[in-house]
T-cell receptor
Framework: EPEVTQTPSHQVTQMGQEVILRCVPI?????FYWYRQILGQKVEFLVS????????KSEIFDDQFSVERPDGSNFTLKIRSTKLEDSAMYFC?????????????FGAGTRLSVL | SQQGEEDPQALSIQEGENATMNCSYK?????LQWYRQNSGRGLVHLIL?????REKHSGRLRVTLDTSKKSSSLLITASRAADTASYFC??????????????FGTGTRLTIIP
């Protein structure tokens, strides 16, 4: 069964460093999302992406964050200068076309630890 | 309460019993979905119910939706140890076409005791 894959599964970085989290959405999906979940808290929406541009972003998604679809398969989230409070699980999701587009399929997540 | 609040926050039951989790939300929605998250893992989609539906079944899952009360319930019948996980409701208040961001609730941590 097709699935969303995320790499790495765990990323440890020093405060102030740049990190890139990678996602391979399910092929033929057109809508892509990043969410994050701080330990013990809700899953929070960060950004949605369609047709090579950001469709919507939350207040969390400030200038330190950017997303890119550099080729036909990868979807990346970059955090330019990490802060301690960026430590969280980051989930990528994608949505199929057609009538079931509302179901978002999630990857297993990348645990980001900022030291 | 915030959009998507589940109760109870934690639930422990014996294997074989039924588990019921509730979710309340505040804004109008197009769809409500339930997801499961095993510890430290990703979110697995369980079931989606549209705003014009009142009840939906999928295997051992039964979801109800009451838009007048802005609430939903998830019933898992004949629970199994493998059902141990956190369960989240997520609402979809669509704005732009195809860009329905999900707003998640706080989750119910379900523990099935063998």
């Amino acid at each position: 069964e097709p699935e969303v894959t995320q790499t790495p599964s765990h990323q440890v970085t020093q405060m102030g460093q740049e990190v890139i989290l990678r996602c391979v959405p399910i092929s033929n999906h057109l809508y892509f999302y990043w969410y994050r979940q701080i330990l013990g808290q809700k899953v929070e929406f960060l950004v949605s992406f369609y047709n090579n541009e950001i469709s919507e972003k939350s207040e969390i998604f400030d200038d330190q964050f950017s997303v890119e679809r550099p080729d036909g398969s990868n979807f990346t989230l970059k955090i330019r200068s990490t802060k301690l409070e960026d430590s969280a699980m980051y989930f990528c999701a994608s949505t199929p076309t057609g009538g079931t587009k509302n179901i978002q399929y999630f990857g297993a997540g990348t645990r980001l630890s900022v030291l | 309460s915030q959009q998507g609040e589940e109760d109870p926050q934690a639930l422990s039951i014996q294997e074989g019993e039924n588990a019921t989790m509730n979710c309340s939300y505040k804004t109008s929605i197009n769809n409500l979905q339930w997801y499961r998250q095993n510890s430290g893992r990703g979110l697995v989609h369980l079931i989606l119910i549209r705003s014009n539906e009142r009840e939906k079944h999928s295997g051992r899952l039964r979801v109800t939706l009451d838009t007048s009360k802005k609430s939903s319930s998830l019933l898992i019948t004949a629970s199994r140890a493998a059902d141990t996980a956190s369960y989240f409701c997520a609402t979809d208040a669509s704005g732009n076409f195809g860009n329905e961001k999900l707003t998640f609730g706080t989750g119910t941590r379900l523990t099935i005791i063998p």
